[in-house]
């Protein structure tokens, strides 16, 4: 009989709705005050009232709708049919068209003013000219075209502007060449503004697009049965909540237990106890706030759970691991995280991890304790080293440094670990810690750790461009180790080195070596999955490795992703690029074992 294969599981979707995201994403992007003109919350409250009950989105459903569809076709079809009625229509088409763009014109003049003071290019100087009766146009700002354009066209004056609107939703209707046209221009217009500010402001815009899409979803469950419904009967999912609460944008509209709350309800449903995968998202500033999210013990060498949140949801409600999302203001080994990692230890949890720049990040100012690492050290010539200077100011730069990999070989590496314990007496019997030695003898090697994202595809093509990189070349060069973090070429310990290592090498490199060389570390391809084509050559690199082949996941970042592309579209795509034996690696037998208990 054929060995019955375990299921394929998505490592990394989300389904939290709009409720679950505060308002001001805008916030450090857009100068204050103007971030308040840009609330997510206004987004989601669009969305829903279009494809509400009665809205936009819905009309195509109503008996009325269908009525006038069938009208607007039999005047279309009627004007179309007989030669003389279609030269009249598509005569009063094109006049319209042309008096529907100068009245936008007019109205856009004051958002375009900038604009409008450059100088026109040549093919509008070219057309200037045409219509002036000149072999070229002479050379004038986009100002004065407009103005020459708006003289000459056929213009209805004196309406009013109920009427403007009403001649717009003519053209819309009946109209479709005139329509397209003008639907054209003004995607090139959008284009132009979400172009000009930068990469930031063209992130968040694709961000509220993302979560618009899914605004309508009021629930969890519906986005759930979205996502299902793209996959074979048999796909289970691991579902990534957030706690978006303490990242300074102000408040969600559902606080974070509702949201766990729900995903409770999902589990439990009829038909998706197996498929359901939800883990809890933890935040050591909520540790602090509610102490009935986390509370321990040390019983026996053991961390033991006291009545709480989190022992509810892992022991009563199988919950299956552990996300937590640095970005959003600390780092991965805060010292309030470290009793939860014992546990997760332990009890063979997983940790899934955001590790990739993105537009989720800190809003709020820098603080003062973040100007240097917490562990690492640098140079400063001689047997002199002081901390690792983080000079970011902006929080869409400084979330690099809460991201960063190496931040944890911080829990995977003892004798850094030993560093973390030694400020805090409270923990040093948790791990054994001795203060005369300063060493661990109960440390976290084993923990389960998934990078989610893989670092980022930036990181990737990082890697493949680092011809000349002395530690990218040791993937090759050292193939069970990669790269050794902390000893130099004598076999000392170096601070210098991770110094280097945190400064200059890509974030790939550094994934691998610890997936050599840490029996628990994982990382999923999720989100990077949308550039398929660019990715697959170096992910097939990847698992042929046996070692690391053993390490990654499949994963897409559902519904994040879906600016880019469906999941079924990733889905389709990873079957076609990789063999079925290198499939059932990444999406059956890895998962798998990273899950199990």
């Not at 009946?174 to 329509?179: C, I, V, Y």
């Not at 552990?322 to 080994?333: E, N």
């Not at 990737?460 to 050794?484: C, K, M, N, S």
């Amino acid at each position: 009989m054929p060995k019955t294969l375990p299921p394929p599981v998505n490592a990394h979707t989300h389904i939290f709705t709009g409720d679950h995201v505060p308002p001001w994403l805008a916030r450090t992007i857009v100068p204050w005050p103007f971030y308040y003109l840009l609330p997510l919350s206004g987004v989601v409250w669009a969305f829903r009232l279009w494809y509400g009950k009665y809205g936009p989105g819905k009309w195509r459903f109503f008996s009325w709708w269908k009525s006038l569809r069938k009208t607007r076709y039999t005047l279309w079809i009627f004007a179309n049919r007989s030669l003389v009625t279609a030269i009249l229509y598509h005569a009063a088409g094109i006049a319209l068209t042309l008096h529907v763009l100068v009245t936008l014109s007019g109205w856009l003049q004051p958002v375009l003013a900038s604009r409008l003071d450059s100088e026109a290019p040549g093919w509008a100087r070219t057309v200037a000219g045409w219509w002036q009766g000149d072999t070229l146009g002479p050379s004038m700002t986009w100002q004065q075209w407009w103005d020459d354009l708006r003289h000459r066209l056929p213009h209805v004056g004196g309406l009013t502007l109920g009427e403007e609107i009403l001649m717009l939703t003519a053209l819309l209707l009946f109209f479709p060449s005139g329509r397209n046209f003008l639907l054209f221009l003004l995607r090139q217009v959008a284009r132009l503004f979400v172009r000009l500010p930068g990469k930031q402001y063209k992130a968040l815009w694709n961000r509220y697009k993302t979560i618009g899409r899914f605004a309508r979803y009021r629930k969890q469950q519906d986005i759930f049965e979205a996502l299902a419904g793209q996959y074979p009967p048999d796909m289970r999912f691991v579902i990534l909540p957030m706690d978006m609460t303490y990242m300074g944008a102000g408040k969600t509209k559902s606080a974070y237990p509702d949201q766990l709350r729900e995903l409770v309800k999902l589990k439990t449903k009829s038909g998706f106890r197996e498929r359901v995968l939800p883990f809890v998202f933890v935040d050591p500033r909520r540790m602090d706030d509610d102490p009935g999210f986390f509370r321990w013990t040390l019983k026996e060498g053991r961390v033991e759970l006291g009545d709480c949140l989190i022992r509810t949801l892992m022991e009563e409600h199988a919950f299956s691991g552990f996300k937590i999302y640095p970005a959003l203001g600390y780092y991965p080994f805060d010292h309030r995280l470290l009793p939860l990692w014992k546990y997760a230890a332990e009890q063979k949890l997983p940790v899934m991890t955001h590790c990739i720049r993105g537009i989720i990040y800190y809003r709020g100012r820098k603080k003062k304790e973040w100007d240097t690492h917490p562990v690492f050290r640098q140079t400063m010539g001689g047997d002199r080293y002081d901390p690792l200077l983080l000079p970011q100011w902006k929080g869409k730069d400084f979330q690099v440094n809460f991201t960063h990999p190496l931040n944890y070989l911080c829990l995977l590496d003892e004798q850094l670990l030993a560093q973390v314990i030694a400020p805090h007496p409270s923990l040093w019997g948790l791990f054994g810690y001795d203060e005369k030695s300063g060493a661990v003898t109960s440390g976290l090697r084993d923990l389960k750790i998934c990078f989610g994202h893989f670092g980022g595809e930036d990181e990737w093509w990082r890697y493949l461009e680092a011809d000349r990189a002395v530690y990218a070349r040791q993937l090759f060069t050292h193939p069970d180790i990669g790269v050794d973090f902390t000893h130099d070429s004598q076999g000392a310990f170096s601070s210098a080195k991770l110094e280097q290592l945190w400064r200059s090498t890509d974030w790939y490199t550094l994934i691998n070596s610890m997936m050599l060389q840490y029996p628990g570390v994982y990382a999923d391809i999720s989100y990077i999955l949308h550039d398929a084509p660019a990715v697959l050559p170096l992910l097939k690199e990847t698992l042929r490795h046996p070692k690391r082949a053993e390490r990654v996941l499949y994963g897409t970042d559902f519904y994040v992703v879906r600016n880019h592309r469906s999941d079924k579209d990733m889905h389709a795509g990873i079957l076609a690029g990789l063999t079925e034996e290198e499939y059932d690696r990444i999406a059956r037998h890895n998962p798998e074992r990273w899950l199990s208990r």
